[in-house]
């Protein structure tokens, strides 16, 4: 049955059509409205929490925060001296 045809056209075409294989499709893949506004919705959700998520990595990475690029002189806090290592041999 075709969507576009008339109810009076004539028989000798849609004989021709038969006439024919028609291949069957894999699948279809239907959406109302509704459907189709909530598929909308939630792509622009995620593409909008991947722009902001993708914003906030670039300014993390392009601007790191002032006290890791720059420490100040007097709230630099002196780190104990490192322990060496004693042999673990037996002593004498």
Same mark, same amino acid.
């Given at each position: ?5 008339? #109810?009076?056209? *004539?028989? !000798? =075409?849609s004989s021709?059509?038969? =006439? $024919?294989? /028609? #291949?069957? $499709? !894999? ?10 506004? %909530? /598929? ?6 995620? +593409? +909008?929490?991947?722009?902001? /998520?993708?914003?906030? =990595?670039? @300014?993390t990475? /392009?601007? &790191? @925060?002032?006290?890791?690029?720059? &420490?100040? %002189?007097? *709230?630099?806090?002196? %780190? &104990?001296? =490192?322990?060496? !290592?004693?042999? *673990?041999? &037996?002593?004498?």
């Amino acid at each position: 049955m075709r969507l576009f045809s008339r #109810k009076g056209a *004539s028989t !000798a =075409a849609s004989s021709q059509d038969v =006439a $024919k294989p /028609l #291949k069957a $499709k !894999a699948f279809r893949i239907e959406l109302g409205w509704r459907g189709m506004l %909530s /598929l909308v919705l939630v792509c622009f959700c995620l +593409f +909008f929490w991947m722009f902001v /998520l993708g914003i906030w =990595a670039g @300014q993390t990475i /392009l601007f &790191p @925060q002032r006290e890791t690029r720059m &420490p100040n %002189s007097t *709230s630099v806090q002196q %780190s &104990p001296p =490192a322990r060496i !290592a004693e042999p *673990s041999g &037996p002593s004498r």
